[in-house]
C-alpha cells in the first residue's frame, strides 16, 4: 500500500465523525422556527427515509471497505479474515508456510548416473523421500481448515472451497501459489 493510501486511511479512521449524520436534527436545524410545525417536520422527516436508507447502505459499505484495506497478505492479516468469514466463534483455520525440499541424488561418480536401489525381496525401488515433498505443484503455503467445517455433500465442499480461494486470491500476493487441505 501506498503511503498516501495509507494517511487517507489514516485520516479517514481519525476523522470518522465527519460520516456521522443525524437526519432529524439536520432538518431542524434547517427548517426556520417560525415554520416548524409538527405536520411540517414529520413530513420532511418522512421525505429523508431514502436518504437516510442509502445513507445506512453507505456506512456499510464503508466500514467493508475498511475493513478490506486494513488486512493485507500477511499470513496474521490472510488467517484472521479467513477465520473471520468461515470460523468465527473457534477461529481454527491455519495458514502454514511450505518446506522446499530438493531430493537428494544418488550418481555413481564414474559414469555421473543415478544409481537405482532395489529391495532384494521383491525387487521394487526403495524410495528415501516422500514423493509427495517433490511434486510438481510447488506450494508456498497451505491454508488448513478443520474437517468440522467441512460440508456435507461434495457440491457443498467445492462451494466452500470456492468462497475460500475468492478470500485468499483476492489478499495473496500474485506469486503466491497455495492449496487447500482439510485436517483432522
Do not use: G
Not at 477465520?83 to 502454514?96: A, E, G, H, L, M
Request: overall charge negative.
Amino acid at each position: 500500500m501506498k503511503r498516501t493510501q495509507q494517511l487517507i486511511i489514516c485520516l479517514i479512521m481519525i476523522n470518522s465523525n465527519i460520516f456521522n449524520i443525524d437526519f432529524s436534527r439536520l432538518i431542524q436545524w434547517n427548517v426556520a422556527t417560525s415554520l416548524r410545525t409538527t405536520v411540517r417536520m414529520k413530513w420532511l422527516t418522512v421525505l429523508i427515509k431514502p436518504v437516510e436508507s442509502i445513507y445506512l447502505h453507505f456506512l456499510d459499505w464503508r466500514y467493508e471497505q475498511l475493513y478490506v484495506m486494513s488486512h493485507n497478505s500477511q499470513v496474521v492479516y490472510l488467517r484472521k479474515v479467513l477465520n473471520d468469514k468461515f470460523d468465527p466463534s473457534d477461529r481454527r483455520i491455519q495458514i502454514v508456510n511450505v518446506e522446499v525440499y530438493e531430493p537428494v541424488w544418488y550418481y555413481d561418480s564414474a559414469e555421473n548416473k543415478p544409481v537405482y536401489h532395489y529391495d532384494t525381496v521383491d525387487e521394487s525401488p526403495v524410495y528415501y523421500y516422500d514423493p509427495e515433498d517433490f511434486s510438481e505443484n510447488n506450494f508456498d503455503f497451505l491454508v488448513l481448515i478443520p474437517n468440522a467445517l467441512k460440508p456435507a455433500t461434495p457440491a457443498e465442499t467445492e462451494e466452500f472451497e470456492r468462497k475460500v480461494r475468492v478470500i485468499v486470491d483476492y489478499y495473496k500476493l500474485y506469486s503466491k501459489n497455495y492449496n487447500i487441505k482439510w485436517i483432522d
